[in-house]
């Protein structure tokens, strides 16, 4: 039997084996990073090899990083650190923005997936208050690229603030935080081969920022708590090596794509009219359940998702493809292919081979959503 295949790097990616590297030589060492003495400066050492490099990645300085347990909090730590009431976020953010903004006004998409920035305009103008938008560079589901850098220079007409959720986007394509004109920014390891459990927020020098952990001074006193020295270390190899390993892998996408309406002329590539992420590919299958793809690729060995990874177990229809219009046919089967630093092409053959007796069924009538 044929080894599995692995394309759901946007739910995880594969460790990198610089990271593993790093974290196995901290993890040979011990010290708080905050302590002064020897063992000490050490850790400290590694914590802020690793700022550098993560900084490097996005295009800040390292004084500018906010390490954290993840992408989830660091978008957590810029919603509600800010100290604005007034929030502003697009309709197809990751959960991890939409519920700690609950009660956020919503930026509505386009069909193809990106926001109206006419839109956001008109909600901008509505009100003097002070607010901060939120906006992800790249969609988890879709892989579609938002005008991040647009969004901002229009956002600081206002005085508003702009937070940008680059979890996705970082290690996929260039990412730079200042360019895009934005005062938060979150980034997560897990993303790009780093390890789970550690990401950064990176704070404009301009940004006052509320801890939301209090009881202690680290991270310059924004975000208390025993730094993760390990972890850490292994999101500063991987950014670096995301650096260094930055292409495209767009070719091996489009040409996946064709190979797939040229077998299911019936399915439908979502987000393809946009600028997207070169690793992504978000397809409908009409006439057939995504649960029911699933499990028919499991079975056969290739891995991917159906949506957002963070919710999986839940019967519930795709968020971001209700946003841009997608009707449930088409949303109950969608399927997200994504792949990265260790894919090769012949793991999109083999799910190719695996997905045609599926789309055959699906034309054919032969199977119920």
Known sequence: MSAPVYLDYNATAPLRPEALA???????????????HGFGRRARRLVEDARERVAVLAGARAEQVVFTAGGTEANNLALVGSGRRRLLISAGEHDSVLQAAAQAE???????????LAKLAD???????PALVSLQLANNETGVVQPVAEAAALAREFGVLVHCDAVQAAGKIPVDFALLGVDLMSLSAHKLGGPQGVGALLVADDVALTPVLRGGGQERGRRAGTEN?????????AAQAAREGIGTLAAWRDRFEAELLACAPQAEILGRAAPRLPNTTCVALPGLSAETQLMALDLAGVAVSSGSACSSG???????????G????????????????????????????AWAPLAARAANGEAVA
Do not use: C
């Open 22 to 36: 790093a974290m196995t030589a901290a993890l040979g060492e011990v010290g708080n990073a905050s302590s002064v």
């Open 106 to 116: 919503r930026i509505p998409l386009r069909r193809d997936g990106r926001i109206s």
């Open 123 to 129: 909600l901008l103008a509505a009100t003097p208050e």
């Open 229 to 237: 020295v390990a972890a850490i270390a292994g999101f500063g190899a």
């Open 314 to 324: 839940k019967v519930a229809p795709s968020h971001v493809l209700a946003a841009m």
């Open 326 to 353: 997608a009707p449930a046919s088409v949303s109950g089967s969608a399927l997200r292919v994504s792949s990265g630093w260790d894919s090769r092409p012949q793991d999109y053959a083999r799910f190719l081979e």
